[in-house]
């Protein structure tokens, strides 16, 4: 187990999960779900801006933005006929809410596996929810250094 | 079958109009006894969003699959997984379910490895329910348990291992996978994780034939003229041939035993639920790439 190095948000959504019984964690994956926030106005008419998260098992879109001091965003936007997208997309909103771009780089990638959703979910779903850290993490790599490179690619 | 079947003019012309209900049919026998609709998703969290009043969850991950090895519940464990839902040997059951019922037409060929009589598909399930303006429901309904027989499973009549698909070859298979995952180019499917086959292509003269042609735009499945010019025209099969489908773990291909058993009136089709995820990393097997069905 990797608890130490987790920011305190995604340590709190993990010993909130791992607290639960298995019925209960299906429910509280529900209410993160019902909170995935909507896009902000200037990707909501955007679609192209966001990037096509192919692993998940709907249509997902994320974005990333690393703002001046180096405090990354993530929007990410999944249909409602996709509530457990939605539930891992919202996990990860609210748990890197806030972090600076070092901080988000250095959670660990099997984080998802490690919220005590496995045996509810299923392995084979929780993957989806990897690939989208992966995306994420890979994003905040490419934006970060456009901002302390500017012009790069 | 202990309820009537569904007289819809719509599904006349099927071989077995009886695995089939329409919107309307199970509106009107909604809470009927002996009747019960069990909703299975690829989302596990979809039923709890809604569903339709009085249907129970059965989750193919978490409850159809064994959890140790690969391999679904035996005898025992489906007996108490559909006692526990309210389901006895001689209830009728009715499946639905998101992806155009594609997990629903997976749970409803397990219930058929366990021999379950009267079992069918809403056709359309969550497209055509909602187009019809009908309502869902978050009440999750606490059925009172039954009993139900411990069936041993067939494994012979509607499923094939490896060994099986290795010993037909020569006859038809249907692959009814995506177009780049037939030719090779990819190993899994478009927008799903990596499942871990080694090795890309098809199964030597296996026709493509993905899965979804059988669905018709509003959700339900396609008539049985448009469904015999895919299947006999393009794909070429005949009445009367033992087919094997597979796709990537057996659960599109479900889907498609489902079309060619019911709809079609097949007899001997089975599905391979080893799929691609299995000859894909099985060793020494035979496997071709490219857009061509090869030969063997």
């Not at chain 1, 902000?40 to 001046?68: G, W």
């Not at chain 1, 997309?89 to 806030?98: D, H, R, T």
Request: net charge negative; charged share 25%.
């Amino acid at each position: 187990m990797t608890d130490t190095a987790l920011p305190a948000a995604l340590a709190e959504i993990q010993e909130e999960f791992l607290a639960l019984e298995q019925r209960d964690r299906l429910q509280l994956l529900l209410e993160f779900s019902h909170e995935l926030p909507a896009l902000p106005e200037r990707y909501a008419d955007h679609p192209d801006l966001l990037e096509r998260v192919v692993e998940c098992q709907s249509p997902v879109f994320l974005f990333v933005e690393v703002d001046d001091d180096r405090i990354v965003h993530v929007f990410v936007t999944a249909p409602k006929e996709a509530p457990t997208t939605r539930g891992f997309a919202s996990i990860l909103v609210q748990g890197l809410a806030g972090l600076t771009v070092d901080e988000v780089l250095a959670v660990p990638q099997d984080y998802p596996l490690e919220i005590g959703l496995t045996e509810a979910v299923s392995p084979l779903r929780i993957r989806g929810m990897m690939a989208l850290l992966g995306r994420i993490q890979r994003q905040v790599v490419e934006k970060s250094t456009e901002v302390s490179q500017p012009g790069g690619s | 079958m202990p309820i009537e079947t569904d007289p819809s003019t719509a599904f006349a012309a099927f071989a077995h109009p009886e695995r089939l209900v329409s919107s309307s049919w199970l509106a009107d026998h909604l809470g009927q006894p002996g009747l019960v609709v069990v909703e299975s998703d690829e989302d596990v969290l979809l039923y709890e969003t809604g569903h339709i009043e009085g249907a129970v969850k059965i989750d193919w991950h978490t409850d159809l699959n064994d959890p140790v090895t690969r391999d679904y519940l035996d005898g025992a464990g489906f007996a108490k997984l559909v006692g526990s839902k309210g389901i006895a040997r001689d209830t009728t059951v009715v499946i639905y379910g998101d992806k155009n019922n594609w997990w629903a037409a997976y749970a409803l060929w397990v219930f058929t490895l366990f021999g379950h009589e009267d079992v069918r598909l809403l056709d359309g399930a969550h497209p055509k329910w909602e187009a019809e303006g009908r309502p869902y429901t978050t009440e999750v309904p606490t059925p009172t348990a039954v009993d139900y027989p411990v069936v041993e499973r067939d494994d012979v009549t509607y499923r094939a291992f490896k060994e099986q698909v290795l010993e037909h070859l020569g006859k038809p298979l249907i692959d009814v996978r995506s177009p780049e995952e037939y030719s090779g180019e990819r190993t899994h499917m478009p927008a799903y994780p990596e499942e871990g086959a080694l090795r890309g292509g098809h199964i030597p003269t296996a026709k493509s034939v993905p899965w979804a042609r059988a669905v018709a735009e509003d959700g339900s499945f396609k008539s049985r003229p448009e469904l015999e010019a895919i299947y006999l025209g393009e794909a070429g099969l005949k009445p009367g041939d033992d087919v094997i489908a597979y796709c990537r773990i057996g659960e599109r291909s479900s889907h498609t035993w489902f079309a060619l058993t019911y709809l079609l009136g097949f007899e001997g089709v089975r599905n391979y639920d080893g799929s691609w995820t299995e000859w894909g990393s099985a060793v020494r097997v035979p496997i071709v790439k490219g857009t061509e069905p090869g030969t063997l």
